[in-house]
């Protein structure tokens, strides 16, 4: 039986352009064609989740524009239920305006449109849905209001909450104390403690920091070198699959999509980070974004065996 997922976040239409170097404060460079891909860190992350198995139903919201159709077919395509994403009658869908260089690094500047319309008085009619799921998967491209709502009804009926704390802002305690699975950058884990920089021993103060909190588990990214996790009382580093990286784009993505589709599916946590590890890496052998993103059975085949049992396996 597939994990039932709910993902509540930023559905965005990303214009991307390449460039040989990213431009520093003040300097200009001359980038490739714009390409056009349906995004946003809500519909990236539910769709790496339907990819590797999970029953993912997406909330968000969209402008009554040709943005906001194509976004939606694009997530029914990947078999995404999208009954609750609504559509605003006079915002414009957001936009993503994303840089990426020849080593596959990137800069974006977002301009959210009508996902900061996504408050919580839309959200009545989704309560069911949200109190049901097995995971809640958030972000913090919508509403921090809308955020804090749906992560205390997620609490408040034992559904497992993950939080993408990025983009990187200061949260609540009342917020955390919601949130069963916090996972960000270390430049994002800097600006929540008070443990900035570098380096395993700043990722390893602020993840003991949030831990105290109360969040139950906390994932520092680490890049090429892997995540560093405070889980249940244990802690430690763990790298990823030895991979040819081509494009970093997507591994964030597709790690936060792996590790709600095992949590839902019942894993243990330290389990559900090593297969969302390797679905990470495994996106990172490919360029694009969504067109990187795996299904369960190649993370699999990179992990070199099953995770899932199999009666349970329907994402292929």
Same mark, same amino acid.
Request: hydrophobic share 45%; aromatic share 4%.
């Given at each position: 039986?597939?994990?039932?997922?709910?993902?509540?976040?930023?559905?965005?239409?990303?214009?991307?352009?390449?460039?040989?170097?990213?431009?520093?404060?003040?300097?200009?460079?001359?980038?490739?064609?714009?390409?056009?891909?349906?995004?946003?860190?809500?519909?990236?992350?539910?769709?790496?989740?339907?990819?590797?198995?999970?029953?993912?139903?997406?909330?968000?919201?969209?402008?009554?524009?040709?943005?906001?159709?194509?976004?939606?077919?694009?997530?029914?395509?990947?078999?995404?239920?999208?009954?609750?994403?609504?559509?605003?009658?006079?915002?414009?869908?957001?936009?993503?305006?994303?840089?990426?260089?020849?080593?596959?690094?990137?800069?974006?500047?977002?301009?959210?449109?009508?996902?900061?319309?996504?408050?919580?008085?839309?959200?009545?009619?989704?309560?069911?849905?949200?109190?049901?799921?097995?995971?809640?998967?958030?972000?913090?491209?919508?509403?921090?209001?809308?955020?804090?709502?749906?992560?205390?009804?997620?609490?408040?009926?034992?559904?497992?909450?993950?939080?993408?704390?990025?983009?990187?802002?200061?949260?609540?305690?009342?917020?955390?104390?919601?949130?069963?699975?916090?996972?960000?950058?270390?430049?994002?884990?800097?600006?929540?403690?008070?443990?900035?920089?570098?380096?395993?021993?700043?990722?390893?103060?602020?993840?003991?920091?949030?831990?105290?909190?109360?969040?139950?588990?906390?994932?520092?990214?680490?890049?090429?070198?892997?995540?560093?996790?405070?889980?249940?009382?244990?802690?430690?580093?763990?790298?990823?699959?030895?991979?040819?990286?081509?494009? /970093?784009?997507?591994?964030?993505?597709?790690?936060?999509?792996?590790?709600?589709?095992?949590?839902?599916?019942?894993?243990?946590?330290?389990?559900?980070? /090593?297969?969302?590890?390797?679905?990470?890496?495994?996106?990172?052998?490919?360029?694009?974004?969504?067109?990187?993103?795996?299904?369960?059975?190649?993370?699999?085949?990179?992990?070199?065996?099953?995770?899932?049992?199999?009666?349970?396996?329907?994402?292929?």
């Amino acid at each position: 039986m597939a994990s039932n997922i709910v993902v509540v976040g930023s559905l965005n239409m990303d214009l991307v352009v390449q460039t040989e170097q990213l431009p520093r404060p003040g300097m200009s460079v001359m980038g490739g064609r714009v390409t056009r891909f349906p995004g946003g860190r809500g519909g990236n992350q539910a769709v790496a989740a339907a990819r590797l198995g999970g029953q993912v139903l997406m909330i968000g919201r969209v402008g009554r524009d040709e943005n906001g159709e194509a976004l939606i077919r694009s997530l029914e395509e990947e078999g995404v239920d999208t009954a609750f994403i609504s559509r605003d009658p006079e915002t414009p869908t957001g936009v993503a305006m994303i840089t990426v260089d020849l080593s596959g690094q990137s800069t974006a500047v977002i301009s959210p449109g009508a996902n900061y319309q996504l408050l919580p008085g839309l959200l009545a009619e989704a309560h069911d849905v949200i109190r049901k799921a097995d995971v809640l998967l958030l972000q913090l491209e919508i509403p921090i209001e809308t955020v804090e709502y749906c992560a205390e009804l997620a609490h408040q009926n034992g559904v497992t909450v993950v939080l993408n704390a990025s983009p990187a802002r200061p949260l609540s305690l009342s917020l955390l104390k919601n949130v069963d699975y916090l996972v960000m950058s270390q430049m994002e884990a800097g600006v929540l403690t008070s443990s900035p920089g570098d380096g395993l021993e700043a990722a390893t103060a602020a993840a003991s920091e949030l831990a105290e909190t109360g969040v139950h588990g906390v994932v520092v990214t680490l890049g090429k070198r892997g995540i560093y996790y405070h889980v249940d009382g244990q802690q430690g580093l763990l790298a990823p699959p030895a991979v040819n990286v081509v494009d /970093r784009n997507g591994t964030g993505v597709a790690f936060l999509g792996a590790l709600a589709v095992g949590l839902g599916s019942g894993l243990p946590a330290l389990q559900s980070l /090593r297969f969302a590890s390797a679905a990470g890496a495994l996106t990172a052998t490919r360029r694009g974004l969504r067109s990187a993103l795996p299904n369960r059975q190649q993370v699999e085949e990179l992990l070199g065996e099953p995770i899932f049992a199999r009666e349970e396996d329907g994402g292929g």
